[in-house]
């Protein structure tokens, strides 16, 4: 029996809670940073200018782009930058250099996400908590480190998953958009003269008078989009019907209300423009909603953290990351994981990062590049995707992502000038996840260019072995081997020291593709090798959960009776030795040395028991 499907009102609330926090929480920082720093002169048509174009920019970037178009674009039913690069890469497979260039685009702005997660966590909810000063002055002082508990209490509660907590999600965000809502109209009923900004004569106005100040302004303005990502990321855990009702139903009408809610109070009240967010509402509901906000903020982190857990499994399965420790945190729910070295590493990056800017303004200023260049990278993604795998005609193709590029690198141009600002802090950490990913995979390669040079054909081996066979003993044997067909290290020294062969005997290669999934009667090939042994290799996408035993269990179908308390699991714990040659240079080869020495074990990663495995070293030399 299928498993019943969840209604559609759940999982519009859900993408409410998981997809919209980012861009929901917006609204406490945007206006402020837009008029915060004297860029734009403060007057009265240039707040119904500014307004129009936060209003355009939302529909052209978010409903337009990634609402209607990239939406469309799913990988087997996933979204996401991983899923964009694998289906375009799969795309263009027939042009190799095109295929490295674009892989190397996307693995960057992948790189860059983590840059983008360690900002997010730290402006919501520093912004969130800022709105205690609006209380009392006196609470200024206390900013800071109240933000750094709510952070550390945030991720503390990881690794106890977000089962728990995440039916809260829908909830809690869909009053915060609720109250955003309200907010909005009580300040509109006092100008609403104000709603005639809607018009985008007012945008073209101010762009028409001012552009140079237009083009710095758009730094600001990637403010009103940030979480647009989270759109086409989450797509798979919700479907593109709720994510789209979601939008168009709840969040654009009531994040419209808000913006230009602070836009009246600002018609009134030319002061608010210090924090127009928490001075639209009474005094008496300034705590709760600083408490309302908080939760907001916080939901929205959780969020990214999700996000950042589920990225990080994806690349380490493509092999661009060594292995992590990865811990499941539901019996339910596959995709709930938790991992430690990336949760407590953008911790520290997090706590720098509100340390170092203090307040949200400064750390607007390192916001925006990150977020500009995945979006560069995605509309980029997006041609190849409806040229070369929808066939679409090219003059099509060029119409209808042209536009969005313009619009993106204006934004990522803009976005650029903040680079001495404190944009350099997450061009940083991208640049330093990128060093990594790429040392990994190309490390990886030289390791298998290193051990094909080598190898011996399995074949062969195993018929000059059985001329004179050694002592066969009970159970089932599973020698893991990067390569199929090659001899593993672990059986040569096996036979060597152990002299004994079991009575059957896999070569099990395991082997990660460019799809999310891959379906449990598509996860195994076998090949009889005779005497007992097979050539069995094991297929799964960037989101499956690997369980090598579980998978294995299919061999029973093949004529391999194993049992699981007869089976061992034979590994080599390869030592990679730099050495002076055409491989990589020699920092990034102690580098990679570095990370495979320090790579989570197979076994953890494969869900080997503990207490059947084997491990063999070898050297390599790179």
């Known amino acids: 029996m299928s498993a019943p499907k969840t209604p559609l009102p759940a999982l519009v609330l859900g993408a409410i809670g998981i997809v919209y926090g980012d861009i929901g929480t917006s609204v406490l920082y945007a206006i402020k940073e837009i008029f915060g720093h004297g860029h734009v002169p403060f007057t009265i048509e240039n707040v119904y200018g500014m307004l129009s174009m936060i209003f355009w920019t939302m529909t052209t970037i978010v409903s337009i782009k990634y609402v209607v178009l990239v939406l469309r674009a799913d990988n087997e039913g996933e979204g996401g930058l991983v899923a964009m690069l694998a289906l375009a890469s799969r795309a263009v497979a027939d042009r190799p250099r095109l295929r490295n ?38 609470f200024k002082h206390y900013v800071i480190p109240i933000t750094l508990v709510v952070l550390f209490c945030l991720f503390a509660v990881q690794k106890r998953g977000t089962a728990g907590i995440g039916r809260f999600f829908g909830p809690i965000t869909l009053s915060w958009f609720l109250v955003l809502a309200l907010l909005g109209v009580a300040q509109i009923a006092t100008h609403p003269e104000i709603l005639q900004a809607i018009s985008p004569l007012y945008m073209l106005r101010f762009i028409w ?151 949200s303004s400064n750390l607007a200023a390192a916001y925006g590049i990150a977020v500009t260049t995945d979006m560069l990278i995605t509309t980029v993604l997006t041609f190849f995707v409806i040229r070369f795998a929808w066939k679409l005609p090219l003059a099509l193709c060029l119409a209808s992502t042209s536009l969005f590029f313009l619009i993106d690198l ?34 990886r390669q030289l390791m298998s260019q290193a051990q094909r040079a080598d190898a011996i054909d399995l074949r062969s081996f195993l018929e000059s072995v059985f001329i004179s066979p050694p002592m066969r003993v009970d159970g089932t044997a599973v020698f893991l081997t990067a390569e199929p067909g090659v001899v593993p290290n672990a059986l040569l020294h096996n036979l060597k020291h152990n002299k004994v062969l079991h009575e059957q005997n896999l070569f099990v290669t395991v082997r990660n593709h460019e799809v999310p999934w891959v379906p449990m009667d598509k996860r195994i090939e076998m090949e009889p090798l005779g005497h007992h042994c097979w050539q069995v290799i094991v297929h799964y996408g960037f989101k499956n959960d690997i369980d090598l035993p579980r998978a294995l269990e299919h061999a029973r179908l093949r004529g391999c009776q194993m049992e699981p308390m007869t089976t061992s699991y034979f590994l080599s714990r390869d030592v990679v030795i730099p050495t002076l040659g055409s491989g990589m240079a020699p920092w990034r080869e102690k580098l990679f040395a570095h990370m495979h020495h320090n790579a989570s074990g197979a076994a953890s990663f494969l869900g080997l028991p503990t207490n059947a495995v084997v491990e063999l070293g070898s050297k390599v030399e790179i």
């Open 101 to 138: 260039g674009m892989l190397v685009v996307g693995i960057f702005g992948t790189a860059l996400f983590y840059g983008d997660g360690v900002i997010t966590p730290a402006i919501s909810v520093l912004s969130a908590v800022e709105g205690l000063e609006i209380v009392s002055p006196h």
């Open 209 to 359: 008078d001012f552009p140079g100040v237009s083009f710095i302004v758009l730094g600001a303005m990637v403010l009103c989009v940030t979480g647009a990502e989270a759109l086409y990321a989450d797509m798979g855990h919700f479907g593109k019907k709720p994510i789209r009702i979601a939008w168009f139903l709840v969040v654009m009408p009531c994040l419209v209300l808000n913006y230009f809610g602070q836009g009246a109070l600002l018609l009134g009240n030319p002061e608010a423009v210090k924090n127009p967010f928490f001075l639209m509402a009474p005094q008496w509901a300034l705590v709760p909603l600083v408490l309302l906000a908080t939760a907001a903020t916080v939901i929205a982190s959780q969020a990214m953290l999700t996000g950042a857990f589920s990225v990080t499994r994806q690349v380490i399965q493509l092999g661009y990351l060594p292995r992590l420790r990865i811990e499941y945190t539901s019996v339910r729910t596959a995709g709930q994981i938790y991992i430690p070295f990336i949760n407590w590493g953008l911790f520290v990056a997090i706590v720098l990062a509100v340390v170092m800017f203090r307040n």
């Open 410 to 443: 204006a934004f990522f141009a803009s976005n650029m000038l903040k680079l001495p600002q404190g944009g350099w802090f997450t061009v940083m950490i991208g640049l330093a996840m990128f060093t990594l990913m790429i040392t990994w995979h190309r490390g």
